[in-house]
C-alpha cells in the first residue's frame, strides 16, 4: 500500500474508490492542502500500491493505515467508504471525524436496505472480469458518471486516471466487487463516537443518496449533504462544493472536540 502526504494542517486521508487510486483525488487536493495535511492512500493492488502483498480487505488496510498516519479526519469515496467506516469503528482514537463520500455501510440491496444496487449487478461485473476485465471497468465508469451535468468530462478523466498509475491488479479488482458485494458496516453505525459527515450526489446512480440519508439517521452527530447536479464523483464536477462541505465539518469536528 502506498501513502503520499502533502500540504498542511489538520490530518485527513483520503481513501479512494474500486480501480482508482489517490490520483483522482487531485482537484479536491489542489484545493485542501493549503490547509490540511492530506494523507491520499493508494490502496493495495492500486496506483503506487499495485505490488504490495497487503490484501484488500477491511481489517489489514485499515490497521496498516492507522500505523502510519496521526490521527485524523478519515474520508472515503464509494468503496473507501467503507475502508474509513471499518477504521471509525474499530479505532475510534484514531478517526477524528468521518466523511462518507456517495459511500454506503451496505451497497447492495436486501431485503431490509432496499436502496441498495442489484446484487446481478455485482455478479454481472464479476463475471465480467473475468471475460473482459477492460470492457468491465468502462462500464463501471460509465455508471459513475451517469447523471452528473458534466458526464462526457467525468467520464473522461476517471477512465484517464485508471491507468495513469498502471493498470490495477485483476485479482484485487475481483476482491474489490467482493467487498462491495458482501460487506454490511451498518450495525456499527449506532456506536460511532465520532461525527460524520455523509455528502451524496443527487444523480448518483450507484449510491442512492436515499440511501446515505437512511445511513446517517443511524449515525450519532451525523450531518448530510447533497450536491445537486452531481453523480458519483462529486469531486471532480464540484470540488469547490465538496472542499467547502469537507470545510464546514473539520471546523464543527474541531469545535466539538473530536
Known amino acids: 500500500m502506498h501513502i503520499e502526504t502533502t500540504g498542511q494542517g489538520p490530518d485527513l486521508v483520503l481513501v479512494h474508490g474500486w480501480a482508482m487510486h489517490a490520483g483522482v483525488f487531485s482537484a479536491l ?20 500500491g499495485r505490488n504490495s502483498a497487503l490484501p484488500l480487505a477491511l ?19 464509494s468503496l473507501g467508504g467503507l475502508f474509513a467506516l471499518h477504521a ?17 455501510p451496505r451497497f447492495v440491496r436486501g431485503e ?5 444496487m442489484s446484487p446481478e449487478i ?14 468491465t471497468l468502462e462500464r463501471f465508469i460509465a455508471l459513475e458518471a451517469f447523471g452528473s451535468d458534466d458526464a462526457r468530462r467525468e467520464m473522461r478523466v476517471l477512465r484517464d486516471e485508471v491507468f495513469a498509475r498502471g493498470e490495477p491488479a485483476a485479482h484485487v479488482l475481483a ?5 462491495l458485494e458482501t460487506v454490511d458496516l451498518r450495525p456499527a453505525l449506532p456506536g460511532l ?9 443527487r444523480r448518483d446512480r450507484l449510491v442512492d443518496p436515499r440511501a446515505m440519508r437512511a445511513a446517517a439517521a443511524l449515525a450519532p452527530g451525523a450531518d448530510v449533504v447533497v450536491v445537486e447536479h452531481a453523480g458519483h464523483a462529486p469531486f471532480l464536477t ?9 470545510d464546514r465539518f473539520a471546523a464543527a469536528a474541531a469545535e466539538g472536540g473530536a
Open 29 to 48: 487536493a489542489g484545493r485542501l492542502a493549503g490547509r490540511y495535511t492530506l494523507h491520499l492512500v493508494d490502496l493495495p493492488g492500486h496506483g503506487h
Open 59 to 77: 481489517e489489514p488496510v485499515v490497521e496498516a493505515i492507522v500505523a502510519r498516519v496521526p490521527r485524523a479526519l478519515w474520508a472515503g469515496w
Open 88 to 104: 471509525a469503528a474499530t479505532r475510534p482514537d484514531a478517526v477524528r471525524g468521518l466523511a462518507m463520500l456517495c459511500a454506503s
Open 112 to 116: 431490509d436496505w432496499p436502496l441498495g
Open 122 to 135: 455485482f455478479r454481472g461485473f464479476a463475471l465480467g472480469l473475468r471475460s473482459d476485465w477492460r470492457a
Open 175 to 179: 476482491d474489490g466487487l467482493g467487498l
Open 193 to 201: 463516537r465520532m461525527p460524520s459527515l455523509w455528502l451524496a450526489g
Open 238 to 246: 464540484h470540488a469547490d462544493v465538496v472542499a467547502d462541505a469537507l
